[in-house]
């Protein structure tokens, strides 16, 4: 029976879907003005665990993880600014153009950690008709206001704002840092929709609506894009701890107070990343990239490290974490390689260690997605494996599907030829480009498209961006 921590609740709770069969999960996705960090990284790899978890128990999940490409200001009292709009102005380029960009570098990295892409992956601004329907619904419900433009959400209208957060709003409203918006009925209030012309700045990216030209409000996005492809009630919903307080409080709000039905069943929370013990986060600048680890380290071993701990534990991110995925990732090869080269004998004695590993993994995994233990189970496997090689070479075969197997639901893929990992194939490409880019610099366009071609022939292409050349497979 699976047991899932439910933050609403603070307990694990054992886990049964609306629908028999189904898991309906939504996932908070990426704000698209920055790269992927480490951070994200290992909560969007947290989210892949649980869901490859259900699948192998059987169930059909349905999985939605939306891009915010508008209306995430930099300060959670809405005082801020745009993080995209803001990013675009400081890089000269169109927001537009900016959230293209980092979707495409977004699943370049998410390809390379082996994260299985979502069912559904909508862009907030996809969907600024439903938006502006769920502004409408909460006017007329009471639950809103109009002030100049913008439309705020009146807290102390809605019953039990802070079930989920625990919060005592008083006293956080005193220890706050910004003054109250002279907008808002109540300090805590937040934006559905903003007028788009704030001062003399016009918000690029901007709507026609009842209220005026403006754009929606980050909270407001995810509670339309949830219920939009995933119903009104849904089973899981996930995000990093920092939504705890203000961001799923306000999903709830929005939700609950226009449907009158439960938003969220289990509300999962994953744990951050510290880097030198602070806060790892774009907003503070003290980050380091998925990308950066994945070209250095590959693929297989940055996603071992994001993996290696409980998905409620924070981690700090020092050079032992590498190091330890490194060691790891060897002893499961060395043991795959001696599974593979093993003649086999008449032993038969693996067949009960079979049993064992799945069974001690399942209950770990049971127990709200215990990382670890199921990590551990999977090593004392290999260490019976590995002094039970005189086993018949079918137990033997078996017990390397079953490896394989279990590391395919942390989204680790051993399959892959050894010695061809990501971060190799990278600095290959790197280098096929430059040659490229060299021989059209010098108008060699006979040996540019003899490349392109070729590469074209196995499977890889290449395309001439305004800011340079990118590869991909195709
Ligand atoms: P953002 O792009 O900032 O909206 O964040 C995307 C996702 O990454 C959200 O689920 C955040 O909660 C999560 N996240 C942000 N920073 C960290 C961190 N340092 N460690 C783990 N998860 C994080
Ligand atoms: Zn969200």
Redesign the pocket.
Known sequence: MLKIYNTMTREKEIFTPLEEDTVKIY?????VYDDV?I??A???SSWDVVIRYLRYKGYNVFHVQNF?DVG?LTDDADQGEDKIEKRAREQKVNPWELVDKQIEEYWHVIDDLNINRPNITPRATSLIPEMIELVETLLEKGYAYEVQGNVYYDISKFNDYTKLSRLKLDEESAKARVDQDPLKRNFFDFALWLNAQKGDQVHVMRWNSPWGEGYPGWHLECSVMAMKYLGETIDIH??????IPTHHPNEIAQAEAATGKKFVRNWMH?????LNGK????SLGNYVTARELIDKHGGLVVRMGLVSGHYRSAVDWNPDVIENAKKNISRIQNSLSLIKDSPGGSNTNLNQAIDDVKKVFEEAMDDDFNFPKALAAIHEFITKINSSLDNKKEILDEAGNTLLELLGVFGLDFTKKKGVDDAKINKLMDLIINIREKARKEKNYELSDQIREKLRAVGIQIEDKTDGPRWKLT
């Open positions: 996932t908070c996705g990426q704000t960090h951070g994200n290992r909560t969007y915010t995430h996930g995000g990093g701890i920092d939504h994953a744990e951050f990343i510290t806060k790892m986060s774009k």
